[in-house]
């Protein structure tokens, strides 16, 4: 049986207000505070031997302690989450009380947003399953950054061809657009 039209677009709201409010639900429990992701994924501060600046901490990196690799991806996820929930809120506050057109352009960011959540959540499941202890990806307008946790060995090309396949696979980004960046 074929769904109208207008059921479709109550299920993709309904999927969307759910979404909302899970993302909302989450920046509640975090406090409400958000971290700048731009800092965070800054190329000098990641490529670092010695020293890694999360959102004013630092977290020591070098030897083949996985803590603080893994404290490192749990960081960067909570900050680009934390950053997503202020934008979100924004947007949902634009779309409240907002005029036709800042309604229906909130509500393509927000959509866009959401699109690029899942696109970076699916590229980190597949570079996950393909063996790499961790991964984090971050999607702007520019290009897409990932940093996957270093194997035995170090990143080889055979390994950045892979990444940069899954994420050509999962996304409209080009070879030029992706950024690999091993964390040690």
């Not at 429990?29 to 700048?36: C, D, F, K, L």
């Not at 809120?89 to 959509?111: F, P, V, W």
Request: proline share 1%; hydrophobic share 45%; aromatic share 4%.
């Amino acid at each position: 049986m074929k769904m109208t039209n207008w059921k479709k677009n109550c299920v993709a709201a309904g999927v969307l207000i759910t979404v909302c409010a899970s993302i909302y639900v989450n920046w509640l429990y975090s406090g409400g505070e958000a971290a700048n992701l731009v800092d965070t994924l800054d190329a000098q501060k990641v490529m670092s031997d010695d020293l890694l600046i999360l959102g004013g901490g630092s977290v020591q990196v070098g030897g083949t302690e996985t803590d603080t690799v893994t404290n490192y991806f749990a960081a960067v996820r909570l900050s680009r989450q934390q950053a997503r929930d202020s934008a979100v809120s924004l947007l949902q506050e634009a779309m409240s009380y907002g005029d036709a057109t800042e309604i229906t352009t909130s509500s393509a960011q927000l959509e866009e947003l959401i699109q690029t959540s899942l696109c970076e959540a699916q590229i980190e499941s597949l570079v996950v399953a393909k063996g790499y202890a961790d991964c984090v990806a971050y999607m702007n307008e520019e290009g897409i950054s990932i940093a996957v946790a270093s194997p035995e060995g170090g990143l080889k090309e055979q390994d950045v061809a892979l990444i940069a396949d899954i994420v050509m696979s999962q996304s409209a980004h080009t070879m030029g657009d992706i950024r690999v960046v091993e964390v040690p």
